[in-house]
């Protein structure tokens, strides 16, 4: 549904984007993560057309954001920094005019995508008394009312209560079980990305690190909690066997190691072994585990 190729971006001399290639699957929710700085908003500039990329190319749907930039953009909707809009007008005057601005404006149609977000109540009233988490609903209904293919959202929870939050976890999720709406969202929220995304696509310095499905990231290694006595005995017999020591109380076995053998294998060293436990690890231990390796080489 959507393919990056090649991305290269400097600003000033300062590189924002250095080669960078990923694709979103029909149907799927991809998140693309990175620290402030990392070339997310870059990424989602260059594929709604508004930052113009020095290399590289954007594709949705198989045609180019930068050859056919309305027919490429006319299966897409979005939430783009912040949402903007005319404060002294009603929510629903708002999306009269800003969806008119790209396309053919239908009331019935409209009225639905506004009921389905949960703004029926006040879509007239003046946008200046919405509260934050209303206003995120606007910009989603005026980005929904094209039905588009596919989604493209900048930080949609970003200071939303966790009221907001899950609201927007499960209205996403609804939509692509619904419509199978294809959604890129960049967060910060990680565990929310967890629990939404089947894919992520991790940037760090403008270079990507990570693309694929969560699960990937755990790689072979296993890793669990472990609590012998004594531990230097026992860990000197483990890293002979392979099983590489993260620190007291924490190892990570080789695909091919057998935890019951090596357990009993200690045990007939005369090792206590009083626990020994998977741990999973949670996407942001993985974030965290491949943004704070050496920076990417130029």
Not at 50 to 67: L, R
Not at 84 to 97: K, P
Not at 103 to 112: L, M, Q, V, Y
Not at 201 to 217: M, Q
Request: net charge negative; hydrophobic share 40%; charged share 25%.
């Amino acid at each position: 549904m959507l393919q990056v190729t090649g991305l290269s971006k400097d600003f000033g001399g300062k590189p924002a984007l250095r080669n960078v290639s990923f694709q979103v699957e029909k149907g799927e929710i991809h998140g693309l993560l990175g620290h402030n700085g990392a070339g997310k908003s870059t990424t989602l500039g260059v594929i709604l057309g508004m930052v113009e990329p020095d290399q590289g190319e954007a594709f949705i749907g198989g045609i180019s954001v930068q050859k056919k930039h309305s027919a490429a953009l006319r299966q897409a909707g979005a939430i783009f920094e912040s949402p903007s809009f005319y404060e002294y007008l009603s929510g629903w005057e708002n999306l009269r005019i800003l969806v008119s601005y790209s396309g053919r404006f239908n009331a019935k149609e409209t009225r639905a995508v506004v009921e389905k977000v949960g703004l029926t109540k006040a879509i007239d009233a003046k946008v200046r008394t919405y509260s934050h988490g209303m206003r995120q609903r606007l910009a989603l209904a005026q980005a929904l009312v094209p039905e588009p293919e596919i989604l493209l959202l900048d930080e949609p929870t970003d200071g939303l209560d966790p009221e907001g939050i899950k609201w927007f976890r499960d209205f996403i999720l609804g939509l692509r079980k619904e419509r199978g709406t294809t959604v890129l969202f960049n967060s910060h929220l990680l565990a929310e990305v967890e629990q939404m995304c089947d894919r992520v696509t991790i940037l760090k310095e403008g270079k990507l690190v990570h693309a694929g499905k969560i699960g990937d990231l755990q790689g072979d290694t296993h890793i669990y909690q472990a609590e012998f006595e004594p531990w230097a005995e026992a860990a000197a017999f483990l890293e002979l066997n392979g099983v590489q020591i993260l620190g007291r109380g924490r190892v990570a076995l080789p695909p091919e190691a057998d935890p019951a053998i090596l357990i009993a294998a200690l045990v007939g060293l005369g090792v206590r072994v009083s626990a020994f436990a998977p741990i999973r690890r949670s996407l942001e231990d993985l974030y965290l585990e491949i943004t704070t390796q050496a920076s990417p080489t130029r």
